[in-house]
């Protein structure tokens, strides 16, 4: 481990020359939010002004000199650094003594000492450079926010950020200005902590809790992609650093990590025993099955083209026929698991596209998708349906055809038991409403794209009918007990439960309440067809339903 270096510092050192920063490529953009820097703002105004007041640890990795002084990398604290030359910047500006306005833009803008050996440098490099020059690291920069036009969210941001402290500077007079600049440069303190190797600054990052927004896993594994020593071209890195975001732009941070966690997935086929990125480390990268750097993150590339087509989109079809035949009956079925089940049938999804493109593609996902269902209701644990979906993707890169994946015994599942799952009561349980879903699915004629939005389930007979209602003239109590919480009489909703409707009686229930409440609901809708609902029905009703789901 390299040499570790702690120490506190009021900002005025911290913003001396000693210290020059750099938000690295593989760092999140600035992404602070109004509420945050009236957070802080809030926070600082507010603290005693005769104390110091502690403003956080700061991470760094010391990566070379300027002049007499050190620059950094900042691997966590970038938000709250950048938060807070933009705070000065404001202050620089709103200040009218030329005495506090030079000693503020020191901390912002390094001037060139010949005589020391210092440069004319910023004191903080940021991804949207030319912006943040203009608004933040010049005289009067912060007064043109108002002509600013946004080009991006980062943008967008920090002229936020200038608005908010603006504004809240615009309501005190010049003295306390003065003396808000005297509390921050002297009183307002940091620990910073640096070391010159990335790893051991990480590992301090880890243990480290720190306001504000922190890294993510998925920020370590791009910052490990993108060091010189992977990516040697400054060029290239900040090309790389540049797909990388726009990947995450594009599909949103949520999907991009889980990208990632389909991807470690497919390269090691087993549960997840670590934390995502030991396992990148130890069992992918360390194993050679894929080189960190431009290798990795065009394999990603690759891999988020086919997760937007197959999961997202949903647009694998092209051809008029491929349209009629499997084209939306694809998306229809995608949406209702990518929206109701958990997501370990994606990888195999994806492996096959990989493999063999969209030959057979919708044979194999009602494959998978029965199998996976059926797992889940005959009551496997997580651990064992992962399994085996691990044994598909192992069975994916072993096959040389369609046909033998399809053939394969990795995409059957317990028949015997699933069946005897159906016919029992099946309402409360964790898979009601999918299993409810798919028969809408198998129920619908698959000529528009469907999109179900909140849904509930129904007991058509009631689950506690009045003595006096004519449910009881039809069902028994033996009856009512067998089929009440059986799959022939649950129904989807499109729309909010009403609990004083459910114990009406059945001619008045379909009318009043059932039919303005089942639209775009195939199977639901049939029962609007029934005169009456009785034990005979419903019995018919379960063979037909279980039959569907069979098939």
């Given at each position: 481990?390299?040499?570790?270096?702690?120490?506190?510092?009021?900002?005025?050192?911290?913003?001396?020359?000693?210290?020059?920063?750099?938000?690295?490529?593989?760092?999140?953009?600035?992404?602070?939010?109004?509420?945050?820097?009236?957070?802080?703002?809030?926070?600082?105004?507010?603290?005693?002004?005769?104390?110091e007041y502690f403003l956080g640890t700061i991470i760094l990795q010391e990566v070379g000199k300027i002049g007499t002084g050190k620059e950094y990398d900042v691997i966590d604290g970038q938000q709250r650094i950048t938060t807070l030359q933009i705070l000065l910047a404001c202050l620089r500006d709103m200040v009218n003594d030329t005495s506090y306005k030079s000693a503020t833009q020191k901390k912002i803008y390094q001037k060139e000492n010949l005589a020391d050996g210092i440069p004319e440098q910023v004191r903080l490099e940021v991804r949207e450079q030319d912006c943040f020059k203009k608004l933040i690291q010049k005289y009067g920069g912060t007064n043109l926010i108002d002509s600013v036009e946004p080009k991006n969210d980062t943008q967008q941001k920090v002229k936020i950020a200038v608005e908010t402290f603006k504004e809240n500077l615009s309501g005190i007079n010049q003295e306390e200005i003065k003396n808000l600049i005297e509390h921050i440069s002297q009183r307002c303190i940091f620990i910073y902590v640096s070391t010159k190797d990335?790893?051991?600054?990480?590992?301090?990052?880890?243990?480290?809790?720190?306001?504000?927004?922190?890294?993510?896993?998925?920020?370590?594994?791009?910052?490990?992609?993108?060091?010189?020593?992977?990516?040697?071209?400054?060029?290239?890195?900040?090309?790389?650093?540049?797909?990388?975001?726009?990947?995450?732009?594009?599909?949103?941070?949520?999907?991009?990590?889980?990208?990632?966690?389909?991807?470690?997935?497919?390269?090691?086929?087993?549960?997840?025993?670590?934390?995502?990125?030991?396992?990148?480390?130890?069992?992918?990268?360390?194993?050679?099955?894929?080189?960190?750097?431009?290798?990795?993150?065009?394999?990603?590339?690759?891999?988020?083209?086919?997760?937007?087509?197959?999961?997202?989109?949903?647009?694998?079809?092209?051809?008029?026929?491929?349209?009629?035949?499997?084209?939306?009956?694809?998306?229809?079925?995608?949406?209702?698991?990518?929206?109701?089940?958990?997501?370990?049938?994606?990888?195999?999804?994806?492996?096959?596209?990989?493999?063999?493109?969209?030959?057979?593609?919708?044979?194999?996902?009602?494959?998978?998708?029965?199998?996976?269902?059926?797992?889940?209701?005959?009551?496997?644990?997580?651990?064992?349906?992962?399994?085996?979906?691990?044994?598909?993707?192992?069975?994916?890169?072993?096959?040389?055809?369609?046909?033998?994946?399809?053939?394969?015994?990795?995409?059957?599942?317990?028949?015997?038991?699933?069946?005897?799952?159906?016919?029992?009561?099946?309402?409360?349980?964790?898979?009601?409403?999918?299993?409810?879903?798919?028969?809408?699915?198998?129920?619908?004629?698959?000529?528009?794209?469907?999109?179900y939005g909140t849904l509930s389930v129904e007991h058509v007979l009631p689950q506690n009918p009045s003595d006096d209602s004519k449910w009881r003239e039809i069902f028994d109590t033996n009856d009512i007990k067998y089929w009440t919480n059986k799959l022939a009489n649950l129904v989807l909703l499109s729309k909010r439960k009403n609990s004083s409707a459910s114990n009406l009686d059945f001619s008045v229930k379909k009318e009043k309440y059932l039919k303005d409440r089942i639209v775009d609901l195939a199977r639901s809708q049939q029962v609007l067809s029934y005169d009456e609902w009785t034990p005979e029905i419903l019995k018919d009703r379960q063979g037909v339903a279980v039959n569907k789901l069979l098939n």
């Open positions: 481990m390299s040499q570790i270096i702690g120490e506190k510092v009021s900002l005025k050192k911290f913003f001396s020359d000693d210290f020059f920063f750099c938000v690295p490529e593989y760092q999140r953009p600035y992404s602070w939010e109004k509420s945050h820097c009236e957070q802080l703002y809030e926070d600082i105004f507010d603290s005693n002004r005769e104390n990335f790893d051991d600054a990480y590992r301090l990052f880890t243990i480290i809790n720190d306001r504000g927004l922190q890294l993510r896993r998925i920020d370590i594994l791009k910052a490990n992609s993108l060091q010189p020593t992977v990516i040697s071209d400054p060029n290239e890195r900040a090309q790389y650093a540049s797909l990388w975001e726009s990947m995450e732009n594009d599909l949103g941070s949520e999907d991009f990590e889980n990208l990632l966690y389909f991807i470690r997935t497919m390269f090691i086929k087993e549960k997840a025993k670590e934390d995502l990125l030991k396992e990148y480390n130890k069992l992918i990268f360390d194993k050679e099955k894929i080189k960190k750097g431009k290798e990795f993150i065009n394999h990603v590339r690759y891999y988020k083209e086919i997760f937007q087509k197959t999961i997202l989109d949903r647009d694998v079809y092209d051809t008029e026929n491929d349209l009629r035949v499997h084209a939306i009956p694809y998306k229809n079925l995608v949406s209702i698991m990518l929206n109701h089940l958990a997501t370990e049938w994606i990888p195999p999804l994806l492996s096959f596209y990989n493999k063999f493109g969209k030959f057979k593609l919708f044979d194999f996902l009602i494959k998978l998708e029965n199998k996976y269902v059926a797992d889940w209701v005959i009551g496997l644990t997580p651990t064992k349906r992962t399994v085996n979906m691990n044994s598909i993707l192992k069975t994916i890169e072993q096959v040389s055809d369609v046909d033998s994946l399809l053939d394969s015994s990795v995409l059957e599942y317990d028949v015997s038991r699933f069946k005897n799952e159906l016919e029992q009561d099946i309402y409360g349980k964790k898979y009601t409403k999918y299993i409810l879903l798919k028969l809408e699915y198998a129920t619908s004629e698959h000529n528009v794209i469907r999109q």
